[in-house]
């Protein structure tokens, strides 16, 4: 990548590889990289999923929880470093169960990702090649999804759907 600062979206089913793939990417840039992620633990399940995440990364990474206020932990990340957002869908899920104003938020979120100060990577699921929920939260959420993965496409340089732990050039 030329450019010292970029923005690469990396979308995909659930266990597709995109968070390796996109991790990978990422410590191919020198360290130190910063790593934002959205999950919360609830349950012990998430645990062990958070758990899992954190021992594949590498020294060189610091971790940053950002479950709400995205925006302002990629302000807080200092200029030039490798940047990873680990997930977008976690994220916006987080915002809906909290009846947040997930419109505003995401607006605010897409503002900050079109001007990337290094290089960001930013990983979401593509939710739409499936089946339509049976409920009207889960066809909420899947709308407000695919809204939210059009913007930040939208302000992406380069967008990679991850298919089987291989990553195919949307964008």
């Known amino acids: 990548m030329p450019d010292s600062r970029s923005l690469t979206f ?3 089913g659930a266990r597709c590889g995109k ?15 910063t790593y934002i992620a959205t999950a919360q633990a609830w349950d012990e399940e998430m645990v062990e999923r958070i758990a899992l ?6 020294k060189g990474w610091s971790t940053v929880d950002a479950p709400f206020d995205l925006a302002d932990a990629l302000r807080a ?6 940047v990873l957002v680990d997930c977008l869908t976690l994220w916006l899920s987080n915002h ?5 104003d997930t419109d505003a938020c995401c607006d605010e979120l897409a503002e900050i990702l079109s001007a990337p ?20 939260l889960g066809r909420r959420f899947r709308d407000e999804q695919g809204r939210l ?4 496409a939208a302000v992406s340089d380069r967008v990679l759907l991850v ?7 949307v964008k």
């Not at 990340?77 to 490798?82: E, K, L, R």
């Not at 809906?96 to 947040?100: G, V």
């Not at 993965?149 to 930040?152: G, H, P, S, T, V």
């Not at 298919?163 to 050039?169: E, H, R, T």
């Open 19 to 33: 968070s390796a793939y996109a991790e990978k990417l990422a410590t191919a840039l020198p360290a130190p990289w």
């Open 53 to 58: 995440h954190r021992a594949r990364r590498t």
């Open 77 to 82: 990340v200092p200029t030039g470093q490798p």
């Open 149 to 152: 993965n059009q913007k930040i």
């Open 96 to 100: 809906m169960l909290a009846e947040n």
């Open 10 to 12: 990396l979308l995909g």
């Open 117 to 136: 100060r290094g290089h960001w990577f930013v990983v979401s699921n593509e939710v739409g090649f499936g089946i339509v929920p049976d409920n009207p």
């Open 163 to 169: 298919v089987a732990g291989l990553p195919m050039q």
